[in-house]
């Protein structure tokens, strides 16, 4: 799953449930270089980080809750695999990731905690017109609303994050960030499944989405834009200008690294968004599962896998990452590989106690890339142009898996009905998980190029 990764978030600010609580001698004394805003507490980089990850979970509940509802929606608006298929495809995908990179720009050039506030309020108010929704035109249209406003989100958020984190803690501030995408679909899973068991589709909609809007105005009392975005940590000096994306995109393109990276990732994303929008579908067509159920089995694995894999990915990346600029690539590719067949395994299971049990490792395995690679595109551009790298990695990374994943699926699944029937979607869901053998290769051959490409 896409998309991905010092600080005191241990007991005095977030309680220790990230795992991660550095003290004020594990913390650099001087900037490196003015690469972030040392003039704050560790405290409020707590406060700041945690903000961050409120708004991403919530990023993600809006865009996977569709996954759960899936079965309900269906039945109500008739429709078919491939038409659910591409409401969380390619149409959200094209503009979610199209628009990232002027939204990323302006955040850029003006202030990041605006465009994330203003994401926040757009994104959350279509997903409550999702719940208004009568037709299928009606929902695709609010679903691209969704996507257009979640486009602002994601990298200028990397960004903050990079401003406030110095790089010796950057990958885990990032894990903690990125453990918005299990916490987000878990939350989507259980509290989708409830309402939608308890009262109707409609109504999860429109409850997340004024969620969302409340949570709007509260992030930008809580979040302050970094010192470093008005003067310079080093000698005073103003920043340097926002550079022009045909620059960015420039620097990036001549790097390999980026390119394996970016498809890599993208690889991932294909299986992970494929499966995460029809797992809960295999669930009920394969295993007769309630919705109820099919949440509360889909949120414990994420609850447990997800976040274990995300918090493991950040340690990784730090600890060796540090030595060897290659382990923030290899480390995820090692990953995909092992969790692959295991993963298959568990979807080709008849048994539904086995079928958890072979898919929670590997639900931890996919997510570690999301620190140590978000890290890695940070550090591919200078510090002035990372909302902008973050923003064309992710437009890469989103087009092909956020949108090809559901779609792809969903259409193989109906082309192999009239063999299997019912099982044929467990089928075509084994068939998507090979693309994580791909995306193993490819991370392994961006961990050479990463050690010319890095930037400090």
Known sequence: MSGTQDLE???????????????AADMPQTPASGTYDDSVSNGYRAVVLLMLLLVYTFNFLDRQILGILAGPIKADLG??????????????????????IPLAMVADKTSRTWVITASLAVWSGFTALCGMANSYTQLFLARI????????????????????????????????????????????????????????????????????????????LVVREPKKKVVAATNGAAP????????????????????????????????????????PSLLERSFGLDILARGQFLGFLLLIGGVAGVLAGGWLGDRIGGSDKAAYARIPAISYIIGAPLFIAGVLSNDMTTAFL????????????????????????????RATASATFLLINNLIGLGLGSWAVGSLSQALTPAYQDEALRYAIAAALCMYFVAGALMWLAGKQLRKAWVD
């Not at 409401?87 to 979610?96: D, H, N, S, V």
């Open 9 to 23: 978030v241990g007991a005095r600010a977030a309680g220790a449930a990230d795992g991660v609580t550095l003290g």
């Open 79 to 100: 429709l078919t695999d491939s038409q659910l298929g591409l409401l969380g495809g390619l149409p959200f995908a094209i503009l979610y990731s199209t628009l990232a």
């Open 145 to 220: 609303g969704v996507g257009a406003g979640e486009a602002g989100g994601v990298a200028p958020s990397y960004a903050v994050i990079a401003d406030y984190f110095p790089a010796g803690s950057r990958a885990r501030a990032l894990a903690i960030y990125s453990l918005g995408i299990p916490l987000g679909s878990a939350a989507g899973y259980f509290f989708g499944g409830y309402i939608a068991q308890n009262f109707e589709w409609r109504t999860t909609f429109i409850a997340v989405g004024i969620a969302g809007l409340v949570l709007a105005p509260i992030f930008r």
């Open 240 to 279: 340097p200008p926002a550079t022009p994306l045909g620059e960015v995109f420039g620097i990036l393109a001549k790097k390999p690294a980026f390119w394996l990276l970016a498809f890599g990732a993208a690889s991932s994303s294909l299986c992970g968004y494929g499966v995460a929008f029809w797992l």
């Open 358 to 385: 072979l898919m929670l490792i590997p639900q931890g395995l996919v997510y570690i890339w999301l620190a140590p690679v978000l890290t890695a595109v940070q550090h591919l551009v200078p510090m002035h142009m």
